[in-house]
Structures are given as C-alpha cells and as structure tokens.
C-alpha cells in the first residue's frame, strides 16, 4: 500500500496563507488524494481531494506536483477554527482509506 | 439530514466483557469503515466493507469481528481478546469509486471506550 509523509507539526500566524505538505512518492496512477482534518474528540472532516490537476473549493486549494508525488494544502487565510490535525490519504480502487500520523497545524492570534 | 451516527458517544465496560459499537448511515453509501484513535496518534484501520456480506481485515483487526448484514449498518464488536481495548473508535462511509467518480468519505463522531 501506497503511504504519505507528513511533518508532525507547524505553526501559521492568523490571517496568514497556510502550506501544508505530503509526500506520496509511491503513489499509483488511479489513486486519488484526499485531505481531511479533525478537531479534538470528533470525527474527521472532508477538505479537498483530487487526482492530477489543482483543485479550489471554499476551504482550501489543493495543490498537485506534476509528478504527483507530493501535493500541498493551501488554506490562504488561516483562522483560529482552522487549528486541527489535517491528514493526507490515498484512496486506492480497492477502497482502503489508510491515513498516518497528519500535521497538527496550531494557529497564532 | 443524511448522516452517518454512532452510538453511543461514551461507553464504559468491564474487562473480559464483549461490547458491540453501532454505526448508521443513511447516505447509501456502498463502503464502510472502522478505525481506532489511541491519544495523540493517526487513526488505524480496524476492518472495511465494500459490498454488503463482505467485509475485509484492516491493519489491527485482531481482538475485534465486524458484520455488514445492511447497507446501512456496520456494527463492530470488541471482544474479551482484544488487549488494549480502550480507545477512540471512529466510523466511515463513502461512496464506492465508480466509473472514475470519486466522493468523499463521511465520519461519525465516535465511541469513546473505557474498560475497567
């Protein structure tokens, strides 16, 4: 199976962009990327996903490497509410979800 | 609303007790999943099911049975042979990848369990 790398930690000023990394190097061609965070003692919540091209949505971007090895986060004005640990997953055709550790982001006032 | 719920949110047992953790959903999702979450670690994939009737063995299946008679339900059982059964358990639904279709996989809020 296919694994990401996160760093364990960063921390973002409010107001300010956020880039959160991943590596996938062994990522397969019909994978998907999918990014989701969670908040303390609940459920992890949906953020992004894509394939090969960049994706926007009204939380974050999503940013793809050419190669599709890695791709980063963007969430362009960080908040308070956005502290969280955010995870990045491969969805593999056989349906597996497998997340690692995510990046706990902190945000500053 | 469509939904996926567990129940129920705290759950206290004693040791050697089996104890069967629900989870519902209402979205016609295909897939279903269960994960554990020890304090300050990722979450760790206990079993999965695809298809009704089916079901797969995740990463640390072991100590735990699962059954998938419904669509919509996807209870997990811990038994007395799991050793360190206390922890966070987290339940997901998705949709199954179709003709290249990809959605994006819904979480309950999870059991809290505490064996004493």
């Known amino acids: 199976d296919a694994k990401t790398t996160q760093p364990n930690s960063m921390e973002s000023n409010e107001e300010e962009p956020v880039h959160l990394p991943c590596n996938h190097s062994t990522i397969s061609g019909t994978d998907y990327i999918h990014w989701y965070r969670q908040l303390p003692s609940q459920g992890p919540e949906y953020v992004i996903h894509g394939l090969t091209s960049n994706v926007n949505n009204r939380m974050a971007s999503l940013a793809i490497a050419e190669d599709r090895k890695s791709s980063t986060l963007i969430l362009h004005r960080a908040t308070l509410r956005d502290a969280a640990v955010y995870y990045c997953?491969?969805?593999?055709?056989?349906?597996?979800?497998?997340f690692g550790q995510g990046t706990e982001l902190s945000v500053k006032p | 609303d469509g939904g996926i719920t567990q129940s129920p949110k705290y759950l206290f047992r004693k040791e050697g007790q089996n104890v069967t953790l629900s989870c519902e959903q209402n979205l016609n999702h295909d897939a279903m999943y269960w994960y554990r979450q020890d304090p300050g670690q990722g979450l760790r994939l206990i079993y999965y099911?695809?298809?009704?009737?089916?079901?797969q063995k995740g990463d640390i299946a072991e100590g735990y049975s699962v059954s998938r008679e419904k669509k919509e339900s996807f209870p997990l059982t811990v038994t007395s042979a799991q050793k360190n059964p206390t922890a966070f358990y987290l339940c997901?639904?998705?949709?199954?990848?179709?003709?290249?279709?990809?959605?994006?996989?819904?979480f309950g809020q999870g059991t809290r369990l505490t064996v004493v």
């Open positions: 997901a639904s998705i949709r199954r990848l179709v003709d290249g279709m990809n959605t994006e996989a819904f």
């Open positions: 099911s695809q298809i009704v009737n089916d079901f």
């Open positions: 997953i491969l969805r593999y055709q056989g349906g597996k979800l497998i």
